[in-house]
């Protein structure tokens, strides 16, 4: 895709989808209605609930080389085998934009020509925090209907390899192979098999080379009002398929759109209970860590069946 044609997609969907704040939901979180949270409730017919995070990493490998820190504070060895109380306590630290752990950006999270999601000037982000547009603005979390697309499944693959790209056509035929339409509000998952790759052959520098979305699959986003977006891996594809953008699926969906977006999650086993329950819709409740100024947090989606 030519740098010509992605600056006409982006222009374009930012003109589409350009609107002011409702009720404090910005971008397109204002999707996310009172009425379609109600209504996201009747997908729960099991009772199930299912993770969406991976557990965190806090052992260095190739798409991890600073892994979370997690260190024990207490009890000290001397209090191990002491009478009366004593308290285990830790201590935890990590990068949350990187390429292993899950975690949602904010809007805040991509500078473009100068400038965040709705025009709002660079300079908002300081080093002691983000004055606008942070993870702050979904500290109440983000609950409504998720939607599981599996491309890798719809192929008749475990997996997408790395540099292969999800298409709105992919989207599309996806829906309709799973009997399932995605609709505005919705909290729209799309499988490319990252993790069970990960897992079965070992991790790699996905920096360099991943399975995402192509560009234009993000205009499948406005067109269908989708109010997140979350993917098992970066949801970029690299190597970037346009010249001079490396990621233009964050730049065209956090940037222009305003949708908050969730990266290397983990969907093997919400998979398997949607596939069990022939249905892939289901209630989704998002809560993102109340970090006032930050530009993301590690997450633990969860969705129930």
Not at 266 to 277: H, S
């Amino acid at each position: 895709m030519s740098t010509r044609d992605f600056r006409a997609l982006y222009e374009r969907l930012r003109g589409e989808t350009a609107q002011p704040a409702v009720d404090g939901r910005w971008g397109a979180l204002r999707h996310v209605t009172p009425e379609r949270v109600v209504a996201a409730v009747a997908e729960v017919r099991l009772g199930r609930t299912v993770s969406l995070a991976a557990p965190i990493e806090t052992v260095p490998g190739p798409d991890d080389p600073e892994p979370a820190v997690h260190r024990m504070t207490g009890p000290a060895p001397d209090d191990l085998g002491a009478q009366g109380l004593h308290f285990a306590t830790d201590r935890f630290a990590m990068n949350v934009h990187g390429d292993a752990d899950s975690h949602l950006d904010a809007l805040c999270h991509v500078v473009f020509d100068g400038e965040l999601y709705g025009g709002v000037p660079a300079g908002t982000v300081t080093p002691e925090g983000a004055r606008a547009l942070s993870v702050g603005l979904v500290a109440d979390g983000i609950v409504g209907r998720g939607v599981l697309l599996d491309v890798p499944r719809l192929r008749g693959v475990p997996w997408l390899e790395p540099g292969d790209q999800v298409t709105w056509d992919d989207l599309s035929a996806a829906e309709a192979a799973q009997g399932v339409r995605v609709g505005p509000g919705d909290l729209l998952f799309v499988r490319v098999g990252h993790r069970l790759r990960r897992t079965e052959l070992g991790p790699w520098d996905a920096a360099t080379a991943r399975a995402g979305l192509h560009p234009t699959a993000v205009g499948f986003l406005a067109e269908r009002k989708v109010a997140v977006l979350g993917g098992d891996g970066n949801n970029d594809t690299a190597p970037s398929p346009v010249r001079g953008i490396s990621f233009p699926v964050h730049v065209l969906a956090i940037h222009a759109m305003g949708i908050p977006l969730m990266d290397y999650l983990q969907f093997e086993d919400l998979v398997a209970v949607c596939a069990q329950a022939g249905r892939w819709s289901f209630l989704c409740a998002v809560a993102p860590l109340r970090l006032p100024g930050a530009t993301g947090s590690p997450v633990n989606p969860i969705a129930v069946l």
